[in-house]
C-alpha cells in the first residue's frame, strides 16, 4: 500500500531546507489528540518541522516524510487527508509553489471534489446514531418489565454503542497506553456502570456525552476554512506593462520594479506607487476606510485594494509576498496557528484525578484481605463502589450541559458561537476592541455638514449631476437631498465628463459645472478673496474629520458638502451596556484618520480610539490588550481578519466578509451589535454555573469517599452520590434557558 505514496527523498545535502507541503485534513476531534497525533508525526523521519493545526484543520510536513505513516498516525483518531496539497512553502520565506509539482500525493485525493460533503456528512452520521440511540433508551422504559432481560439489555448496550463507539476505541486504546484523558475516564465510567448492572445509567451518559461532542464541534468546519476566504478574495493575475503592450501573468510572477496596467474595477496586485494616471482607490480591504481615496502620480497603493475609476499604470515596490493583502493572510494563518483553545478544566484534572481514583480503589480491593485478613468480597465489593463513585459522568456533564444551554440560548436569538469553549472566553472578557467602519458605523457615508454660497444652484446643480452616480458619495449626497429637497426634480445634465480621481463635468442650461472634490476649486476663474474663504471653509470641515463633495461653476464656488462614515444608531446604547455588563475598556481601532476616529468615539462612548492604523498594528494593538486583559475584537472586514484570530475572542458581524466570519469565535448574525451585551451576561452566567457544577460534584464525591473509612460505603451510595450529582449539574445547567430574553431580543 506505501506504493501509492511515493517519497522525493532524492538524497541530497538540501533535502532538510526542501518546501514543505500544505494539506487539509479532516475529522480532528480536539486540541489535545491533535497535538499529540502532531508529536507522533515528528518522531517520524525527516518529521521535524511537521505542524498539525486543529484550528484551521492543516498539516505542514516536508515531502520526505512517509505520508502512509501520517495517514495511519491520523487514522488512529480518526482523521484523514481529504486531498492533494494546498500549497507549499519554505520554512524561512513563504514563497508558493505550484502544487502540482509535487508528485507526492496522498492516496485519498480523488476525494478532493467530495471533501466539502464528507465533512458534512460526519455531522450528520453522528446525528442520526443519537436519535436512535435516544430511540432506544426511550424504548427500554415502554419494555422494562414486560419482556426478557436480555431485551432490554440489547437495547441499552445498542444505544450505548451507537452513541459511544469512538470515545470507547479512543478510551481502550488510552488504556493499553496507560494514557488518562476524558475518553480514558469516559470508557472507565461505563465499563464499571455495566459491570453493576447500571445499564441505564451508563446509556444515558453515553448519549449525552455524544450529544456534547456533536454540538461542540458545531460551526468548526466553516471556521476552519478562513484562508480559502482569505485566497478568493486575492488577485490571482495582473497585466503586465511592458514595451507598450499588456501581458497577463501570474501575481506571483511579479517583480519589483515591474509595472502593471489596473483598469476600474480591477484590484491592484501589490503594493507599489502610481506612475501614470489618476483615480480613486477603495482601500478598504487594507485600511479599512470606506470612502475611496483619490491617487495622483507618485502616490503609493496597496496589494488588493481596487481602483474605482481611471486607469492606473503602478510600479510594483513588492513582490506579492512581500505586499499588504499576502501579510494579511499570514497573519491570519500564524494567529489560528499559535492560539490553541484552552483545555477544559476537567481535562486537565482528569488526568490526574482518574489514575487516583483507580488507584485507590485498587489499594481499598487489596490491602485489607492482604495486611489486615478482612474477607475479601467485603472490599472488592468496596472498592467497586468507589470506583462508581469515580465514574465522571457528574464531572463529564458539569460543563458541557452548561455549555450547550448558553449556545443554545444565544443561537436562538441569532448570535452564532463556534464551540463551548469560545462561550467561556465571551463570559471572561474585560476588554471589547471595535473596529470603527462597518461595526461602529453603517460603513457608508452620509452628509454631516454643509456651506453654501449660492442657494439657487447649488442643490440643483448638484443633484442633477450625482443622479445618475455609482458612488458611494454621490449615493450620499442624493440621499440627504431627498430629505433637504424632497419634491425637486433636477434637470438633465449634457455633455457629461468623468474627471478620474476629481469628479465628473456636465453642462445643464448651457454652462459648465463641475461636483467632486475640492480639487475642483480649480475650474473657478478670478475672484480669487472668494476663493481664498471656500478653501478656509474647506480645511475647517476636513480639521472635523469630514469628506469633501463640492460645486463649482465657471464663476464661483456654489456650495459643498461635508461627509462622514455615519454612526450605527444602537451604537452608544451599547458601549454603555458592556460597561454595565462588567467590559471594563472600550477600544476603537480603525485605519480611518484621528479627527474622523476622534468624532464617532465621542458619539459612541469608547473609552479609547487608535486611528491610522494598518491590519499589522491593529494586531499588534489587540495583543497588547491582551497581554493585560481578556480581550475581544469586534470587526466585520477582510482586513479585521487577522486581529479578531490574535484576539481572546474573535467577534465578526453578519453581513462582514466571509473571512472575517470564518475567523471569528462569535458571529452577530443580526449585522448590529445590540445583542452583544445580552450575549455577554449569558455566557458569564454559564461560566458560574461551570463553578458550581464542578464544586458541587466533586464535593459530593468526596463526602462518599470518606465513607469508606469506616466501611460505610455501598453501591447504593455510591450509585446515589453519582446520579444525584448528575441530576443536579444537568438541571442546574437547563436554567440558563429558562426566563425571557428582553435584552437579546431588543435589537436597540
Known sequence: MSANHPQLSKSSPGASNSPLIEYRVQGLSCPNCTREMQEEIQKLDHGDNARLSFNSGKLILSPHVDLYQVETILKSDGARIVHAPLSASSDADADTHDPSSHQHQPSHEHDHGHAHVQSHGGDGKMKWLLTISAVFYLLTFILEGNVAEPVVIALYAGAM??????????????????????????????????????????????????????????????ARQSMEALLAAAPKE?????????????????????????????KIPSDGAISQGTGAVNEAAITGESVPVTKREGDAVYGGSVSTDGLLYI???????????????????????????????????????????????????????????????TWIYQGLSILI???????????????????????????????????????????????????????????????????????????????????????????????????????????????????????????????????????????????????????????????????????????????????????????????????????????DHEQSAQTIAKQSGVTRVFASLLPEQKVAKVRELSSRKKTGM??????????????????????????????????????????????????????????????LSLSLKAIALLLTIPGWLTLWIAIISDMGATIIVTLLGLTILLGKDKELKSGY
Request: with cysteine; hydrophobic share 45%.
Open 161 to 222: 454503542i451507537l452513541s459511544g463507539y469512538t470515545t470507547f476505541l479512543r478510551g481502550l486504546r488510552n488504556l493499553t497506553r496507560f494514557k488518562f484523558n476524558m475518553d480514558t475516564l469516559m470508557t472507565v465510567a461505563l465499563i464499571g456502570a455495566v459491570i453493576i448492572g447500571e445499564w441505564r445509567e451508563a446509556t444515558l451518559v453515553a448519549i449525552l456525552f455524544g450529544l456534547n461532542e456533536l454540538l461542540e464541534g458545531y460551526g468548526m468546519n466553516r
Open 238 to 266: 495582473a497585466e503586465l506593462w511592458k514595451d507598450g503592450q499588456a501581458k497577463l501573468v501570474p501575481i506571483t510572477s511579479l517583480s519589483p520594479g515591474d509595472v502593471v496596467r489596473v483598469r476600474p474595477g480591477e
Open 315 to 377: 510600479a510594483i515596490s513588492k513582490a506579492y509576498e512581500d505586499s499588504s493583502l499576502a501579510k494579511i493572510m499570514h497573519l491570519v494563518q500564524e494567529a489560528q496557528d499559535s492560539k490553541t483553545p484552552t483545555e477544559l478544566f476537567i481535562d486537565k484534572f482528569a488526568k490526574y484525578y482518574t489514575p487516583a481514583i483507580m488507584l485507590i480503589a485498587l489499594a481499598v480491593t487489596l490491602i485489607p484481605p492482604l495486611l489486615l485478613n478482612q474477607p475479601w468480597m
Open 389 to 591: 463513585v469515580g465514574c465522571p459522568c457528574s464531572l463529564v456533564l458539569s460543563s458541557p450541559i452548561a455549555l450547550v444551554s448558553g449556545m443554545t440560548r444565544a443561537a436562538r436569538n441569532g448570535i452564532l458561537i463556534k464551540g463551548g469553549v469560545h462561550l467561556e472566553q465571551l463570559g471572561r472578557l474585560e476588554a471589547i476592541a471595535f473596529d470603527k467602519t462597518g461595526t461602529l458605523t453603517k460603513g457608508e457615508p452620509a452628509v454631516y455638514a454643509e456651506t453654501v454660497y449660492d442657494e439657487n444652484k447649488f442643490y440643483g446643480v448638484i443633484g442633477a449631476l450625482e443622479q445618475s452616480s455609482l458612488h458611494p458619495l454621490a449615493k450620499a449626497v442624493m440621499k440627504h437631498l431627498e430629505i433637504k429637497q424632497p419634491q425637486c426634480m433636477f434637470n438633465e445634465p449634457q455633455q457629461i465628463t468623468i474627471l478620474p480621481g476629481e469628479g465628473i463635468r456636465a453642462e445643464i442650461g448651457g454652462n459648465l459645472f463641475w461636483v467632486g472634490s475640492e480639487d475642483v476649486l480649480r475650474h473657478v476663474q478670478g475672484q480669487q478673496e472668494h476663493i481664498r474663504a471656500v478653501e478656509e471653509d474647506i480645511r475647517r470641515l476636513k480639521s472635523q474629520g469630514y469628506t469633501i463633495v463640492a460645486a463649482v461653476s465657471e464663476e464661483r464656488v456654489l456650495g459643498q458638502f461635508g461627509l462622514a462614515d455615519e454612526i450605527r444608531p444602537e451604537t452608544a446604547t451599547v458601549v454603555r451596556k458592556l460597561h454595565e455588563a462588567g467590559i471594563t475598556d472600550t477600544v476603537m481601532l480603525t485605519g
Open 634 to 695: 469586534v470587526g466585520d472586514g477582510i482586513n479585521d481578519a487577522p486581529a479578531l484570530a490574535a484576539a481572546d475572542l474573535g467577534i465578526a458581524m453578519g453581513k462582514g466578509t466571509d473571512s472575517a466570519i470564518e475567523t471569528a469565535d462569535v458571529v452577530l448574525m443580526q449585522d448590529h451589535l445590540g445583542k452583544l451585551p445580552g450575549a455577554i451576561k449569558t455566557a458569564r452566567r454559564v461560566n458560574q454555573i461551570i463553578k458550581w457544577n464542578i464544586g
